[in-house]
């Protein structure tokens, strides 16, 4: 890949940023003196493993590498490419650096996608410095690469862009010579319909406005010398997609937000399904869901279905994994499970009144016997010397006082009765009852 891109080339390649300083979003990366802009302008020989949420950057930054240091550019395809291309490239790399020729920008989009074998494959390029690598992948490296690739590269973490980003993104391409060159203007309707929809996707808000401009030509009546206006309704058209009226920055984004989350608290699972298909639709971040869903496991579930936390945290896990589109059909399943779950506020009433009662003053002193008793000196004050052990006791469970006196009777979880909380409350009145001498 080169700088020039043929005017037949899609929308998104030609408007690829050919230097840092054009690169929209990740603010972090581009700062002076950050290590990407010292490998750029000091020319330094340096593997990248970069790692983010599609359309954020990473192509570009590895033809910006190439580019800005004067680099041969060699793209391997992940999903097509085996070890035999891996280390043809490589050695094609080493032969171009043993005759004086210029160095290689190796770059390997989905890096994710490869096997350990042709992930090692790579590792004597890296090693003997053959090539620069930059490893491109949506999952998370930890998991998705092997560590001794890993260990010898720089990680560098994308962030999504802001819907700013992207419409900066759409206005540059809208008037720059590589992209529209002012032929067209975009109504504001159909610019905030083409951001949604683009969901931090810079390279998806391009292929849209692509669309959009082709079909807004076809359609124009307009007069030689006039400027075809693309309007909300040839954008919807063009994209195949209605709009969805959700503002990720708005009232609409709370009160969805609200909406999802009282309709899985509601047991209404058809319900929750409809916003969280907003939601996305709309280009929400997936991680906002699923951190919602962590929270209202215990919140609104707790120990009712004590299952619930796990699938939430797995479903979270999940989006940091795959990425979407597909991680949509984790959310779902999480979802669905958190609406059918019976339901429990106990956990949030327990720790909120426990936390009034500190806030209120209520501290008292630790009880002498639960003092510790390892350092020295401490046997001489009392600490630890009527401390029941709780394993030799009938049942593993000890009458004695835990709490401080100010709060001895303090019942602050209260379980319900609802699934699996049921049994959870007649077992901790039973305890409660024994430790309680009750």
């Given at each position: 890949m080169t700088g020039f891109s043929h005017s037949s080339a899609p929308l998104a390649v030609r408007m690829r940023p050919r230097t840092l300083d054009e690169l929209v979003g990740q603010s972090q990366l581009r700062a002076p003196g950050s290590p990407l802009r010292r490998l750029v302008e000091g020319d330094q020989p340096m593997s990248l493993m970069l790692w983010g949420p599609p359309g954020t950057g990473k192509t570009t930054i590895a033809s910006i590498l190439s580019q800005q240091t004067n680099r041969r550019f060699v793209e391997v395809s992940a999903v097509a490419a085996g070890v035999k291309e891996v280390r043809a490239a490589i050695d094609a790399a080493r032969r171009e650096l043993a005759r004086g020729g210029s160095e290689t920008v190796l770059f390997v989009d989905e890096v994710h996608r490869f096997t350990k074998a042709q992930q090692d494959a790579l590792l004597p390029g890296v090693e003997n410095r053959w090539v620069t690598l930059v490893a491109a992948t949506t999952e998370n490296p930890f998991?998705?690469?092997?560590?001794?690739?890993?260990?010898?590269?720089?990680?560098?973490?994308?962030?999504?862009?802001?819907?700013?980003?992207?419409?900066?993104?759409?206005?540059?391409?809208?008037?720059?010579?590589?992209?529209?060159?002012?032929?067209?203007?975009?109504?504001?309707?159909?610019?905030?319909?083409?951001?949604?929809?683009?969901?931090?996707?810079?390279?998806?808000?391009?292929?849209?406005?692509?669309?959009?401009?082709?079909?807004?030509?076809?359609?124009s009546t307009s007069s030689t010398g006039e400027k075809i206006v693309i309007d909300l309704k040839t954008a919807e058209t063009a994209v195949d997609q209605a709009a969805v009226r959700y503002d990720r920055q708005g009232d609409q984004h709370y009160d969805v937000t609200s909406a999802f989350i009282k309709s899985v608290r509601g047991s209404d699972a058809d319900a929750a399904l409809h916003y969280l298909a907003r939601m996305m639709e709309a280009g929400e971040d997936p991680?906002?869901?699923?951190?919602?869903?962590?929270?209202?496991?215990?919140?609104?579930?707790?120990?009712?279905?004590?299952?619930?936390?796990?699938?939430?945290?797995?479903?979270?896990?999940?989006?940091?994994?795959?990425?979407?589109?597909?991680?949509r059909l984790n959310l779902a399943q999480a979802t669905i499970a958190l609406a059918v779950a019976p339901k429990s506020n106990a956990v949030i009433m327990a720790i909120d009144a426990a936390s009034a009662d500190v806030r209120a003053g209520k501290i008292g002193s630790v009880p002498p016997h639960l003092r510790d008793a390892h350092y020295s000196g401490a046997k001489k004050l009392g600490h630890g010397k009527t401390y029941t052990y709780s394993h030799d006791e009938p049942y593993g469970i000890a009458e004695q006082q835990y709490a401080p006196d100010v709060v001895a009777d303090a019942a602050y979880y209260r379980p319900t009765a609802l699934g699996a909380e049921a049994a959870v409350k007649e077992r901790w009145e039973r305890i409660r009852r024994i430790i309680r001498g009750g």
């Open positions: 998991f998705s690469v092997i560590s001794p690739l890993l260990s010898r590269s720089l990680l560098l973490r994308l962030e999504s862009l802001t819907d700013d980003d992207v419409r900066s993104v759409v206005a540059s391409a809208l008037t720059d010579e590589r992209g529209l060159g002012g032929e067209l203007e975009l109504a504001d309707d159909a610019l905030d319909h083409l951001v949604r929809l683009a969901g931090g996707d810079a390279r998806r808000s391009l292929t849209y406005l692509e669309a959009a401009a082709g079909a807004a030509r076809d359609v991680r906002f869901i699923a951190r919602r869903l962590i929270i209202l496991a215990s919140e609104d579930i707790g120990l009712a279905d004590p299952t619930a936390l796990t699938t939430a945290v797995a479903a979270a896990q999940a989006v940091q994994l795959i990425g979407m589109p597909e991680a």
